[in-house]
């Protein structure tokens, strides 16, 4: 009996050795993996600011967000009354004091491909104002990690794409039964180039995209975008570019400041 014991005793300890051993081997050969692995990802070209590999992994993020933006989608809107009237300033790339906002014009270029002058527009806020009033009021998110409820007045950037019938090679309305004519992208741009962004046709077209030139019913602040920004609700923070001097179109994505910095193009929610 008590040979047994010693023996059961004995084959025990030693599974215990042995599951140790083995323990210790799957640690160091982890952590082995884990270090050359990190080696590996460094040692990857970087692909817009971003290592390939992460960068791969960001575009896949994006495809899916792509199928998912439907104009069904809509944020959450609050009353006016939730608003914020201590909006805070963020970002001032483009929003230099050189600014002459009197003789500010957006201008419009309606094809990639051409600067011809039939195929640029120079409109004034005038002209912007004509157009359907929108208003809107929602959770700001930046990407940095803070939120503001904040209120908007503008237009909806579909009612202006369709206005000026922008946004297809044709020069036709933009409509959903003929999407090889419509162009992919739109580009946005300060007056001095140094602020900028590209947008999906689809989310351009999105319900709540809108050309903002209020702000809790009273004009933009100069700081907020004056004479007319972006808001656009589906999407971080980084999207709504301020004080917008170009819009232009294209098959393919506009250069992009933040993308250039590193993070995802579609910056979507
Ligand atoms: N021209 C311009 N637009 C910009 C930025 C900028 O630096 N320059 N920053 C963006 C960022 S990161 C955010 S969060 C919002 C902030 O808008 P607000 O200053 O009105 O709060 O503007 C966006 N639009
Ligand atoms: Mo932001």
Not at 66 to 83: D, I, Q, R
Not at 109 to 124: A, G, I, M, R, W
Not at 204 to 217: C, G, K, S, V
Request: with cysteine; net charge neutral; aromatic share 12%.
């Amino acid at each position: 009996m008590k040979n047994k014991e010693l023996k059961e005793e004995e084959t025990t300890r030693a599974n215990i050795r042995k599951r140790t051993i083995i323990s210790f081997g799957v640690f160091f050969l982890l952590i082995t993996l884990g270090i050359l692995g990190w080696k590996w990802l460094n040692n990857q070209d970087q692909s817009d600011g971003v290592l390939k590999p992460l960068r791969t992994v960001l575009n896949a993020n994006e495809k899916i967000n792509n199928a998912l933006v439907g104009t069904g989608h809509l944020v959450k809107e609050y009353p006016k009354s939730k608003a914020g009237n201590d909006v805070r300033v963020n970002g001032d790339v483009g929003m230099g004091d050189d600014f002459d906002a009197m003789h500010w014009k957006l201008t419009v270029n309606k094809h990639p491909e051409t600067t011809s002058p039939d195929s640029v527009l120079h409109l004034t806020m005038d002209d912007v104002r004509k157009l359907p009033y929108k208003d809107l009021t929602f959770d700001f998110k930046c990407i940095e990690g803070w939120s503001q409820i904040t209120n908007w007045g503008g237009t909806k950037f579909s009612d202006f794409l369709l206005h000026y019938h922008l946004g297809t090679h044709s020069g036709r309305d933009i409509d959903p039964n003929h999407p090889e004519d419509i162009y992919k992208y739109v580009g946005l741009m300060t007056p001095d180039s140094a602020y900028y962004v590209g947008i999906d046709m689809k989310s351009i077209m999105h319900p709540q995209t809108i050309l903002a030139y209020e702000m809790n019913d009273s004009i933009l602040p100069v700081n907020q975008g004056y004479p007319l920004r972006l808001i656009i609700p589906i999407k971080y923070g980084i999207k709504s570019i301020k004080r917008i001097g170009y819009i232009y179109f294209s098959d393919t994505r506009p250069k992009d400041y933040w993308f250039e910095h590193g993070y995802d193009y579609d910056a979507a929610l």
